[in-house]
């Protein structure tokens, strides 16, 4: 069964800023079934980037996502007020969803 | 617009049976996509739990296997969970899914529920 370990648990930034997430699999897994979601309190998660790289409906183009193998980043490339919130990322393989453990984006 | 809507108690005895129903509305539950249930414990992160496809094709979170059974009835278009033999730790939001395909291989869960809240005490 594979691992998703995401790091930093915690990213404190200020609007503006860069934030960049990381998330590595315990072992080489395929781009397109690597998935980011942002999910903040008391709400359901939302779809941000499927497939490694590819932006859903509707998500800005401050978000991006990239990496292989067993290496993954969500980067936001300016930090909007409404983007603190917690990030997971999510991996299919073997007839297996798996999430990682998710990072907290907070406000420094 | 494509809607789903969890129902079911909010409260199930230890040792009982957690039942939950997910209500799709704007899209059939026998078409292209993958239907799922994830859930989060208080303060906790994520836990897939399980999915099934039309025709009845269906899999599980391996630590969950034993205790479960995910099922769908087409002719009310809702897929639903059943989880038996709870304890304090099946605590949780039980969020409903939609695994669609996006194309080239790529799937992601694009709609969810707004998640019921089940309490085992």
């Known amino acids: 069964e594979i691992v998703l370990t995401q790091s930093p648990g915690t990213l404190s930034l200020s609007p503006g800023e860069r934030a960049t997430l990381s998330c590595r699999a315990s072992q080489t897994v395929s781009n397109k079934y690597l998935v980011w979601y942002q999910q903040k309190p008391g709400q359901a998660p939302r779809v941000l980037i499927y497939g490694a790289s590819s932006r859903a409906t509707g998500i800005p183009d401050r978000f991006s996502g990239s990496g292989s193998g067993t290496d993954f980043t969500l980067t936001i490339s300016r930090l909007e007020p409404e983007d603190f919130a917690v990030y997971y990322c999510q991996h299919y393989g073997s007839a297996l969803w798996t999430f990682g453990q998710g990072t907290k984006v907070e406000i420094k | 617009q494509v809607q789903l809507q969890e129902s079911g108690p909010g409260l199930v005895n230890p040792s009982g049976t957690l039942s939950l129903t997910c209500t799709v509305s704007g899209d059939s539950v026998t078409g292209s996509n993958w239907w799922n249930w994830v859930r989060q414990a208080p303060g906790k992160g994520l836990e897939w739990i399980g999915e099934i496809y039309h025709g009845g094709r269906t899999d599980y979170n391996p630590s969950l296997e034993s205790r479960l059974s995910i099922s769908m009835d087409a002719s009310k278009n809702q897929f639903s969970l059943r989880l038996t033999s709870v304890t304090a730790a099946d605590t949780a939001v039980y969020y409903c899914?939609?695994?669609?395909?996006?194309?080239?291989?790529?799937?992601?869960?694009?709609?969810w529920g707004q998640g019921a809240m089940v309490t085992v005490s």
């Open positions: 899914a939609r695994d669609r395909n996006y194309g080239d291989s790529t799937w992601a869960f694009d709609v």
